[in-house]
């Protein structure tokens, strides 16, 4: 049963521009909600997470936004870089039952120079 | 500080064989993850050790997977025998303790011909 849906499957957008990855999921028992980066040819890595207590958290150019009642949370990228081209996955977690990560699906991101 | 070991780094085997993957943690860190990552989809855990107990493996297939992590260190992931579909990428992570975050090997390339 999928979790934790994503969109879009890919995106392509121009240096300089914001890139947004939307994510929805459906069971309200999660808790914490990371974002990956991966690169081709190496492992998902940690990009920047957010608890349910908290409507935004923004680390340099990177922003989660998360709306509780629409069980909805987002990725904004500001001023897109070609570096940040990857593959991103939402994630979601429930800490009082271990630490079983559910992924999304990832949206291949393309940022064109 | 050494990441996350994985090897080997890329697997060919034909159907009904069986196959090994190797995973070295980093130091000092008591949990140990196996994930499978389908082409095109995100990571799903396969199983979750804490120390060499094993947490949750209510995903891994354990008619034809099986795992190990002796001594609380090292661990493998086991497929006998091979089918089609575990062609994949096996991810191992790690992280200091449970709730704290995972750090991703480079992962294991299996193509099951």
Same mark, same amino acid.
């Given at each position: ?113 | ?28 860190? @008591?949990? !140990? ?5 389908? %082409?095109?989809?995100?990571?799903? $855990?396969?199983?979750?050790? *804490?120390?060499? /107990? ?27 025998? @091979?089918? !089609? ?5 096996? %991810?191992?992570?790690?992280?200091? $303790?449970?709730?704290?975050? *995972?750090?991703? /090997? ?8």
């Amino acid at each position: 049963q999928q979790q934790v849906k994503q969109s879009p499957q890919s995106l392509i957008v121009q240096k300089g521009g914001i890139s947004i990855i939307n994510c929805a999921y459906e069971n309200t028992a999660f808790d914490y909600f990371p974002w990956y980066q991966q690169f081709p040819g190496k492992g998902p890595a940690l990009l920047i997470a957010i608890r349910p207590d908290v409507s935004e958290k923004k680390e340099g150019r990177f922003t989660i936004s998360f709306n509780k009642s629409a069980k909805q949370f987002s990725l904004h990228i500001m001023d897109s870089q070609p570096g940040d081209s990857a593959t991103y996955f939402c994630a979601a977690v429930i800490e009082t039952s271990g630490s079983r990560l559910t992924f999304g699906e990832g949206t291949q991101l393309t940022v064109n120079p | 500080e050494a990441g996350v070991a994985q090897s080997p780094r890329y697997k060919i085997i034909e159907k009904r064989q069986s196959v090994a993957f190797w995973c070295n943690p980093i130091s000092g860190h @008591a949990t !140990l993850y196996w994930y499978q990552q389908i %082409l095109g989809q995100g990571p799903k $855990l396969l199983i979750q050790f *804490q120390n060499n /107990g094993v947490v949750d493996d209510s995903q891994l297939p354990k008619d034809r997977f099986s795992a190990e992590r002796l001594k609380g260190v090292d661990s493998t992931l086991k497929i006998q025998p @091979a089918k !089609l579909e575990d062609s994949a990428v096996y %991810l191992c992570a790690s992280s200091f $303790l449970i709730q704290e975050t *995972q750090y991703f /090997g480079p992962g294991t390339r299996l193509l099951v011909l």
